[in-house]
């Protein structure tokens, strides 16, 4: 699988209803365009709400990136939503969440999802990035502007990597 193609149409929730995490956890999947490819979205909702039980996924600077393993897909899926009130999440900083991610990935790929993972977490480390996706109007800018901050830091590992 590319990683680079995990970041499609319609990954993109722009305004998050919910204010609790686990209600915000199934917004995000159940509204996620991206997420209608999964073959079970009870399944997977219970999978991404049990691995935020066991800690939070919630790691500061208004972001959360939460994720599941489901059998039967083919690639890792993302999807994301906007929160402008924030979300009461239990961040390490403990600080609310306005950035909240989920990473869908099959079992089989483990290791991509792990690449897809810390290119992410990466990307949201950057303020500018965080600034720019939040100052964004509408869902297709916000996705664009991920997409872009995500391949260009994919660019620069490549370029790290045969370095």
């Given amino acids: 699988m590319a990683i680079d193609q995990c970041f499609q149409r319609g990954s ?3 305004e998050l209803q919910a204010t609790d995490k686990i209600e915000a956890l199934r917004e995000l999947i159940r509204r996620a365009p991206v997420f209608r490819k999964i073959p079970s979205i009870p399944a997977f909702e219970e999978a991404v709400i049990a691995r935020e039980k066991v800690s939070t996924t919630g790691f500061g600077h208004g972001i959360a990136v939460a994720h599941g393993r489901i059998p039967g897909l083919e690639r890792v899926l993302i999807g994301f939503g906007i929160s402008r009130a924030g979300i009461q999440y239990e961040s390490v900083d403990g600080k609310p969440v306005h950035l909240l ?11 991509d999802y792990l690449q897809v993972l810390s290119t992410l977490v ?34 620069r590992q490549s370029i790290e990597a045969t370095g």
């Fill in 12 to 14: 993109v929730v722009s």
């Fill in 122 to 155: 990466r990307c949201l480390r950057d303020r500018p990035v965080r600034e720019s996706i939040l100052a964004c109007l509408d869902a297709q800018e916000m996705e664009d502007r991920i997409r872009e901050a995500f391949m260009l830091d994919l660019g």
């Fill in 101 to 111: 991610f989920i990473i869908a990935s099959p079992p089989h790929l483990a290791l």
